[in-house]
């Protein structure tokens, strides 16, 4: 039996469906008969209702009634339009709350049964019925730290598969974000954010500490428990930035970096101000190479510390984590002749279904990530995708695999769509970056200091 005491919110009935109507009319009458007072205060105190019989009743009314009757009216309103300013998000529960009810009733998920209804002589009998609902499904709705959550019984009734497939309706039709959906014990809970830019940071917010990356308040990329990241994105959604922003923050943490930019472009440029920097062909090919020996190495010397425990990972014994940030690698990979493809393919393979015990995590960038190069199950070992900038539809199932999700363009930078590893994709902002921000120059005294 569903214990209601979980459910902390706000029920949704059926007559939710006029909640804003019911509202703003019951504060106005509320407000008006209050405002009606004090303009009529003193003839209030002097009235004596002992005199009052409904033979003696007689209403005359004045201008200066109408006045204080429309000025009653019209502060009443303005009061209303106040409220709405500055407590928008109890209005906008209201809201969401009419819409939740509305959807039960407009895709009829609930039960009506006929009554009869009595004649006006309750002597004789009326041939005439009404409807009245005798079931509707427990949803609860609260908004809490501008989180959603909205919690939805399942009981195994003939509405239980559109129950428990809600995040398509709840994100378009509350204009929302889902993060999160969990099905418990008789109840699945859908957590949504409604303003998710709102969550975006700053470039100096995000932080690599204890085995996870911050890039928005309420998105982490845990490296240590959900290892390896794919990006992709076309010209101008902000992919560059995003990797620049990575890379100070990793190096901030001590982590050791190795650096890959084929097209030898922005990142490249880092050659100047930190070691392991590659754009050639041939460099690429051994740093890869060199990588993976390492992961290898350490893999091994793990097994002989004195400290060492089953089940631990490097950072228990004390280690430093290595990131391989590859850009472009879709466009390096077609440089390369097949025998070679092969071989790199194999490497990158080896990395990302070992690395994680060790401490050694890949970030791979492009434009699109092709099957082609993705292949033999790679592409399901990177837990955080983010897709940034404008897609395509193949472009999106390339990243997230057949969902069921609709994606929206909006013109801003950094913008995009995440998934951290527990497949609910959902709207992404990268860190903001200062108008005019050096990142050689911010890394390089990241590096000096470290020095």
């Known amino acids: 039996m569903l214990n209601i005491r979980q459910y902390k919110g706000h029920r949704i009935r059926a007559g939710d469906q006029h909640l804003i109507c019911h509202f703003i009319l019951g504060w106005l009458i509320a407000l008006s008969i209050g405002w009606m007072s004090i303009f009529y205060f003193q003839k209030l105190r002097r009235f004596d ?3 009052v019989s409904l033979s003696t009743i007689e209403i005359v009314w004045s201008m200066k009634d109408l006045i204080c009757l429309l000025g009653s009216l019209a502060l009443s309103g303005a009061m209303i339009l106040l409220y709405i300013h500055f407590f928008q998000a109890h209005w906008r529960s209201l809201w969401h709350r009419q819409k939740l009810a509305r959807m039960i009733l407009e895709n009829h998920w609930y039960e009506v049964k006929q009554t009869q209804s009595e004649g006006f002589f ?3 009998s009326s041939s005439r019925t009404k409807e009245s609902i005798s079931y509707f499904p427990k949803i609860y709705y609260r908004m809490k730290d501008g989180l959603l959550s909205i919690r939805v019984q399942i009981s195994l009734g003939k509405y239980q598969d559109q129950l428990l497939k809600l995040e398509k309706k709840l994100e378009s039709g509350l204009y929302c974000e889902l993060i999160e959906k969990e099905l418990k014990d008789s109840y699945v809970e859908y957590t949504l954010v409604y303003d998710m830019i709102a969550n975006r940071i700053g ?16 998105q982490v990329w845990a490296y240590d428990s959900l290892p390896h990241m794919l990006i992709a994105g076309g010209t101008g959604g902000g992919k560059t930035y995003f990797l620049l922003t990575i890379i100070e923050a990793l190096l901030k943490s001590d982590a050791e970096l190795f650096i890959i930019d084929p097209k030898n472009a922005d990142l490249a440029d880092l050659g100047t101000v930190m070691p392991h920097v590659y754009s050639q062909k041939e460099e690429i090919s051994a740093c890869v190479e060199d990588f993976y020996e390492r992961m290898m190495a350490r893999s091994k010397a793990m097994k002989e510390m004195s400290n060492y425990k089953t089940g631990e990972n490097y950072a228990y014994l004390g280690l430093l984590p290595n990131f391989l940030i590859f850009d472009e690698y879709v466009a390096y990979m077609e440089m390369l002749t097949t025998k070679e493809n092969a071989v790199v393919l194999n490497k990158l393979k080896q990395i990302v279904m070992l690395g994680r015990q060790s401490g050694f995590f890949l970030i791979l960038a492009c434009q699109r990530p092709d099957a082609k190069y993705l292949g033999d199950g790679i592409r399901d070992q990177f837990n955080f995708r983010v897709a940034l900038g404008r897609m395509s539809e193949l472009g999106y199932s390339m990243m997230f695999g057949e969902v ?11 913008r995009g769509y995440v998934d951290t590893g527990g497949s609910v994709i959902s709207e992404f902002y990268t860190p903001l970056v200062p108008r005019g921000y050096d990142f050689l120059k911010a890394i390089n005294e990241v590096i000096q200091s470290k020095e």
Not at 404 to 414: P, S
């Open 49 to 51: 209702i002992s005199k």
């Open 122 to 124: 309750k002597d004789f």
């Open 404 to 414: 069921d999700k609709n994606f929206f363009m909006k013109r801003i930078k950094g």
């Open 203 to 218: 470039i100096e917010e995000v932080v690599a500490e204890n085995g996870a990356l911050r890039l928005m308040k309420n």
